[in-house]
Every structure is written in structure tokens, then in C-alpha cells.
Nanobody
Framework: QVQLVESGGGLVEAGGSLSLSCAAS????????MGWYRQADGKQRELVAT??????VYADSVKGRFTISGDSAKKTVYLQMNSLKPEDTAVYYC??????????WGQGTQVIVSS
């Protein structure tokens, strides 16, 4: 069974940085897209950033502050988060999409940004 494991979350002060990573295991498919999503308390899960066939897309709220990168050979996706704001506080989830457009999700990692 495919398993995606995120790491790198934690508590940081506003203006600080965190780096998230997500590694897939037992993933025997090609990778069409890799991405990061987040869900804050009481809110719907939202897109943060994705890479689809090499093209990166960012939510407006994180443009210029977050950078997504991926290594298909290592089946790992990263999210570098700089200039963090309290409103970035959420559980962050990674997602892989194969060429059959099936999605695989990680279990989530908590990011808390204190003001």
C-alpha cells in the first residue's frame, strides 16, 4: 500500500522559516503531480502549491514566500516556507497524483506560526 510521510512541521515565530518534506514509499506508479495542501481549523482544505509535469503553481497567499520542489526519482516533494505568518498555521498535507489521476495523500504535519 502506498504511504506518504510528511516531516518538518513544528512551531515557529512569525517571520521565520520551516521546510517540509514528503516521501512516498511502496509507490510503483509514475508521478504526474506532487503538491502541498493545508487545512486550518474550521476551514476547508486548500491548495498551497503543486508541481504538475514540471510546472509549479502557487496559491496567491504564499507566492513569493513558499517554494515547492520535487524529486521524482526519490519520490519526494519539498516545501520551503519563508516569512511565515500566523495565518499560515494549519495542518499541511502532501499529495501525489499518478498518470491515471489517482491521488495519494499523506497523514499531515502541523505547522503553527506564533505572532
Amino acid at each position: 500500500q502506498v504511504q506518504l510521510v510528511e516531516s518538518g512541521g513544528g512551531l515557529v515565530e512569525a517571520g521565520g522559516s520551516l521546510s517540509l518534506s514528503c516521501a512516498a514509499s511502496r509507490y510503483g506508479f509514475g508521478i504526474r503531480a506532487m503538491g502541498w495542501y493545508r487545512q486550518a481549523d474550521g476551514k476547508q482544505r486548500e491548495l498551497v502549491a503543486t508541481i504538475t509535469l514540471g510546472n509549479a503553481v502557487y496559491a496567491d497567499s504564499v507566492k513569493g514566500r513558499f517554494t515547492i520542489s520535487g524529486d521524482s526519482a526519490k519520490k519526494t516533494v519539498y516545501l520551503q516556507m519563508n516569512s511565515l505568518k500566523p495565518e499560515d498555521t494549519a495542518v499541511y498535507y502532501c499529495k501525489f497524483t499518478n498518470f491515471g489521476k489517482s491521488d495519494y495523500w499523506g497523514q499531515g504535519t502541523q505547522v503553527i506560526v506564533s505572532s
